[in-house]
């Protein structure tokens, strides 16, 4: 029975992760679809690829993920908690994607861990150094993309101010395939290893391994499902991010992929998850900002801004609620 409800985990963990895929690839891939840089198959099936590479080249936001939040090790109810966690995840990123809102898997995931292991072992089983790290690194990674966004643009705005827009436009549409691919590799290099950290957290909850490594069954099946995922395509998503921010151009969407992608891959240098969601955005606002203030159709990113602030506070109440479901029906 035990090893039947661990697989349930992985089954949930992968599903999260596939969904991940679908939800916030769309993000990486949004301004080179809006621009025309590429065709969306196209554009998905190089992202999923990217994803993939990325995914299998880390483990350290793994092991962030795995003992950030709480200690597996210590938590009696620690298979049930991950459960909990991965339901209440992933509910609320299908409720989003349906109504094409680029709400943060990741915010939906440490909120759901934090209020399933708060339901079902108290506040006191809750890592506080870890998760504070954790949520520092969400608060801060959106305000360094945004800077990084606006930098980025003003210098290319400087150096191309008496270029030809048709010109330049042409040259940054072949660069967008580039950076597009860029952006989809540091996803996969951030985004996927939180499926892989959540199963090694049931792994060592459930005494099946004492270590926070992730074993290779567990990259290529977290790999895998993001790689899937990402094929699907999340096109509410795209339509949102590439066009009801500002108009994007080509060169502003090769500013925005490059200021996001750095921040998301330096986040996984120093085995920090981050939301890529959050990132992307807060790139393009960067960008958009920089190219004219008045050109941003603030209504919308203050939509989006108000999904990322309620997203921990509803994945926490809903995670208790789930676990109090499993408590009550299976335990």
Sequence with gaps: MDLMVLWIVVFLALSFDFINGFHDTANAIATAVSTRALKPRVAIVMAAVMNFVGAITFTGVAATIGKGVANPAELEQGVPIVIAALLSAIAWNLLTWWFGIPSSSSHALIGSL????????????????GLIKIVQALIFSPLIAFSAGFIIMWILKLIFAKSSPHQVNKGFRFGQIITAAFQSFSHGTNDAQKAMGIIVFALVASDVQTTMDVPLWVKISAATAMALGTSVGGWKIIKTMGTKIFKIEPINGFAADIGSAVVILTATMIHLPVSTTHVITSS??????????????WGVAGRIIVAWIITIPITVLMAMFFYWIIHFFFL
Aim: aromatic share 4%; glycine share 26%.
């Design 114 to 129: 934090a209020g399933a292991v708060i339901g079902g072992a108290g506040m006191s089983a809750i890592n506080g150094g």
């Design 284 to 297: 393009i606002l960067g960008v958009g900002s920089a190219k004219r203030f008045s050109a941003v159709k």
